[in-house]
C-alpha cells in the first residue's frame, strides 16, 4: 500500500483547502484511514479518520464542525475537506493507514498507523 497526498497549499483565515490521498494497492481498507497533522514545534496529532468497515468518522476535538473526512471507494481515495482555516491548522497533512482495529478511535492514534504517506503542506495566513 502506498499513501500520496495532495491538496495542500495557502488558504486565508476562514478559507477552505481539500486535501486528497490516493491509495494504491489497497481494494478493501481492513480498519482505518487518516489524517494526521504536524505543526511548526509540534508532535504528530490525530486529527480525522474513517474506519472501514463502517465508516464511522473521529476527529480531534480542534476540527469538529470544521473539517469533513471522506472515503470513496471506488477511486481508493481518501478526502478530507478543511473548512474555516486558522493559522493554528498551519503544519504538514499526513495521510495515514492502519490495518488493525485495536478499539474504537484507534485509527486516531499514531502509535497503531502501520503505513504513513510524505505529507501535504497547509498554510494559512492571518
Known amino acids: 500500500v502506498q499513501l500520496v497526498e495532495s491538496g495542500g497549499g495557502v488558504a486565508q483565515t476562514g478559507g477552505s483547502l481539500r486535501l486528497s490521498c490516493v491509495a494504491s494497492g489497497l481494494n478493501t481498507p481492513e480498519y482505518g484511514l487518516g489524517w494526521f497533522r504536524r505543526g511548526p514545534g509540534s508532535r504528530r496529532e490525530g486529527i480525522s479518520c474513517i474506519e472501514g468497515a463502517e465508516g464511522t468518522t473521529w476527529y480531534a476535538d480542534s476540527v469538529k464542525g470544521r473539517f469533513t473526512v471522506s472515503y470513496d471507494k471506488a477511486a481508493t481515495t481518501l478526502y478530507l475537506q478543511m473548512d474555516s482555516l486558522t493559522p493554528a491548522d498551519a503544519g504538514s497533512y499526513y495521510c495515514?493507514?492502519?490495518?488493525?482495529?485495536?478499539?474504537?478511535?484507534?485509527?486516531?492514534?499514531?502509535?497503531?498507523?502501520?503505513?504513513w504517506g510524505k505529507g501535504t503542506l497547509v498554510t494559512v495566513s492571518a
Open positions: 495515514t493507514y492502519t490495518s488493525t482495529k485495536w478499539y474504537s478511535g484507534s485509527c486516531l492514534n499514531p502509535n497503531y498507523v502501520n503505513i
